[in-house]
């Protein structure tokens, strides 16, 4: 796999203020693992899973009752979670969000999330949920719905979200880049940014975009998580046309745009997202090591810049 | 460019794979085929969410003829709310009506206890994941109730959020167990709480009446399932209907003056298959 050519930016990153900034690398939650989990060590016996932290898909546990529920119970006595919502359109649609919201906002007075986070996409129109992220074009009119989306989501479960930046496949007319476009919307809404870096590195890959001129337009005090994720060549055009199939081991040239991006943006709750193809959990954990290292190295760097400073000063 | 008329033409996309009304919208027309990535993404969703939620259905016909059932059922079901946890509740009607057309053309066969296999793996869906019971009728409760003088034959009793009673072709219950508990990937069915039918018991079933009655419910979350006889219908139709004791073994005794009303009612016990609101009693705990 290439390698993305990345310009480390040295200034000690400012740290985010959102929620959440005591999280380390967490990981997506799939309940095929829960026994696995649940056989953990405990976190003060094992530093290792000190920081480690779970993330749902927030409609999962869209449900009155039963196992799947106390599932997630298990896992909240132990660990914290965020709630990563798919199904809110916020791009769109919003006559419909009522009861969403209502469900959401159920869950979240329960398990009280560290962080709840959404996409800037939409998946509802004309009565129907389309199940997956369909893309916003990025001008004023989508902007502003986007905007009235985040607005109305936050007032109805009372809390600030991040939104996630979208993976691109092809390119639709536009009035601004894509950093513009969230930043706008994160500033007038008042929400915070998930920065997917799969997602922009497939946004890169797919589009020709320049993924660190991408991060280095997102100011820091709005990023309140990374996500890092595998990805797939396209059944029938390859290379040419990667897929954001979670379905992969993350790849090396994510790992490398995840440290460039903790050079900017500091410290940060990092998930590793997997949904398909499930390995067995203890891969899993690897990967989420692997981040976690990624976090102490990038602590460790700032820790020194800090020091070097404090010597010149 | 214009907002909606974008989603409009994105819809229409979605929901026909025609891509003209996205013309205007592309940057460049040679890769209006990367469209596809979306719609094959909207398709496999909800197709994956039908195979999940209907896994007797998807093992007895195999992924590949599922896929395509499940395909057309998205094309004349789409979701409409912003989950997919309970999807397909007119999938086995969708299979039936499907069943009379291809009976009509004799185009394909499909086997008729294919929409039971359906009914059945969406009520054990419904039981799975209905509420929790917060008013469950004990031992202990109908103990209280006698020592302050109440008469708990009665009292207003429901059956709980996870009972589902549903009538089916005779065997199908054993077909779509075989297929259950065969399947290393979906979560065991608890067979054999005391009480409870075993497979063996089940494959008597299919010399019984041409329909059977199955009833579904969740005990310590795992759902449970077993065939109702003729006098334990009766009890549980008035259950529902009526919800008083007494009434209800009384329709269960008059199908069959031998029925042992104090094993079935304690069964129902052990199996928290009844609420009670205890409310009106002042029941403290
Ligand atoms: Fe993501």
């Not at chain 1, 546990?61 to 006595?77: C, E, H, M, Q, T």
Request: one cysteine or more; a negative charge.
């Amino acid at each position: 796999m290439e390698q993305v050519r990345l310009k480390a930016n040295v200034s000690s990153p400012q740290q985010s203020r959102l929620a959440g900034a005591q999280l380390g690398a967490g990981l997506g939650l799939k309940l095929e693992h829960l026994d696995d989990i649940l056989a953990l060590p405990r976190a003060d016996t094992l530093p290792a899973v000190e920081s480690l932290w779970f993330e749902v898909h927030t409609e999962n546990y869209f449900v009155a009752g039963g196992p799947r529920l106390n599932a997630l119970r298990s896992i909240r006595d132990n660990y914290d979670v965020s709630f990563h919502g798919v199904g809110g359109s916020l791009g769109y649609d919003h006559q419909s969000m009522h009861e969403h919201i209502q469900q959401v906002k159920a869950l979240i007075n329960e398990f009280q999330p560290v962080l709840v986070s959404e996409h800037a996409v939409w998946s509802r129109s004309g009565g129907t949920y389309f199940a997956d992220l369909m893309p916003l074009p990025r001008t004023q009119d989508a902007l502003q719905s986007l905007v009235d989306g985040v607005d109305r989501f936050q007032s109805g479960i009372g809390r600030r979200i991040l939104i996630e930046n979208p993976s691109n496949y092809l390119d639709f007319t536009s009035e601004m880049d894509e950093p513009a476009f969230l930043v706008e919307a994160a500033r007038r809404s008042g929400c915070g940014l998930l920065i997917d870096i799969n997602n922009l590195y497939l946004s890169s890959k797919n589009t020709g975009i320049d993924a660190a001129q991408y991060l280095s337009q997102i100011p820091v005090e709005l990023v309140g998580e990374i996500h890092i994720a595998g990805h797939d060549p396209d059944p029938e055009l390859g290379q040419a046309l990667l897929i954001d199939s979670h379905a992969s081991p993350v790849d090396l040239a994510v790992w490398e745009l995840l440290q460039y991006a903790l050079t900017l943006f500091g410290h940060q709750p990092v998930l590793v997202e997997r949904d398909a193809n499930l390995p067995p959990f203890a891969e899993l954990m690897n990967e989420r090591q692997q981040a976690q290292d990624c976090l102490e190295q990038c602590r460790h760097e700032a820790a020194s810049a800090n020091v070097s400073l404090g010597e010149i000063r | 460019m214009a907002f909606s008329p974008y989603i409009d033409a994105f819809t229409d996309y979605l929901r026909t794979g025609d891509t003209r009304g996205m013309n205007d919208y592309c940057v460049d027309a040679t890769q209006l085929k990367r469209l596809a990535v979306y719609r094959n993404g909207f398709y496999k969703g909800c197709i994956d969410a039908l195979a999940a939620n209907f896994p007797v259905c998807e093992k007895s016909l195999g992924r590949e003829y599922f896929n395509q059932l499940a395909r057309l059922y998205v094309d004349h079901y789409p979701p409409e709310i912003g989950t997919l946890v309970g999807y397909g509740e007119y999938f086995p009607y969708f299979i039936r009506d499907l069943l009379e057309v291809l009976e009509q053309q004799e185009s394909m066969r499909l086997s008729a206890s294919l929409v039971d296999l359906a009914r059945l793996d969406y009520a054990w869906l419904t039981s799975l994941m209905s509420a929790d019971a917060t008013q469950t009728l004990t031992a202990e409760k109908i103990t209280w109730l006698v020592e302050h003088g109440e008469d708990f034959t009665q009292a207003q009793v429901t059956l709980s959020a996870s009972v589902d009673l549903l009538r089916v072709n005779a065997g199908t219950l054993n077909q779509w167990l075989g297929f259950k508990t065969n399947s290393p990937d979906v979560e065991p069915l608890v067979l054999l709480p005391e009480g409870h039918m075993n497979l063996s018991e089940l494959s008597q079933a299919d010399s019984a009446p041409a329909v059977d009655t199955v009833m579904f419910w969740r005990l310590n979350d795992a759902v449970q399932a077993r065939l109702l006889s003729v006098p334990e219908v009766a009890l549980m139709r008035a259950l529902q209907d009526v919800g008083v004791l007494e009434k209800a073994f009384a329709a269960a005794l008059a199908l069959d003056p031998s029925f042992d009303v104090s094993e079935v009612f304690s069964a129902c016990l052990q199996n928290e298959i009844l609420d009670i609101d205890l409310t009106k009693y002042n029941y403290k705990n």
